[in-house]
């Protein structure tokens, strides 16, 4: 998977993201394999990463100071103290919106 298509995707034309985009792609090349219980990347499955992938960088914000796109749990002003609700339900329902395309490929195993 490449960075360079991913950043162009996303319309990212600096580098300062490179190391959040590489996470994204290893982490939802991963959840794949894991997934389907493969060795390596289909080709068919490569344009589902990069959807994958663009979902985590978006859904999840890296890159940000505030987790979650800075959605404020709580705030107070004596000595300055804020909170931030992290996006629970997004990083558990990435599969999801994949099962379709990822279960033509996905292989069964016995443990």
């Known amino acids: 998977m490449d960075i360079e298509k991913l950043k162009e ?3 990212i ?10 996470f994204c792609l290893s982490n939802t090349t991963e959840a794949i394999l894991n997934y ?5 990347l289909p080709a068919g499955l490569e344009n589902t990463a990069y959807r994958m992938a663009m979902d985590l960088y978006r859904g999840e ?17 004596g000595d300055t103290s ?3 609700r992290v996006n629970e339900t997004f990083t ?6 994949y099962y379709s395309q990822l279960n033509r490929y996905r292989v069964l195993s016995w443990i």
């Open 82 to 84: 804020v909170s931030f």
């Open 36 to 40: 389907c219980n493969l060795e390596e």
């Open 61 to 77: 914000n890296f890159g940000s100071v505030a987790p979650d796109g800075g959605l404020i749990a709580s705030q107070s002003e």
């Open 9 to 11: 995707i996303l319309g």
């Open 92 to 97: 558990k329902s990435l599969l999801k919106n």
């Open 13 to 22: 034309t600096s580098d300062d993201k490179n190391f959040a985009l590489q």
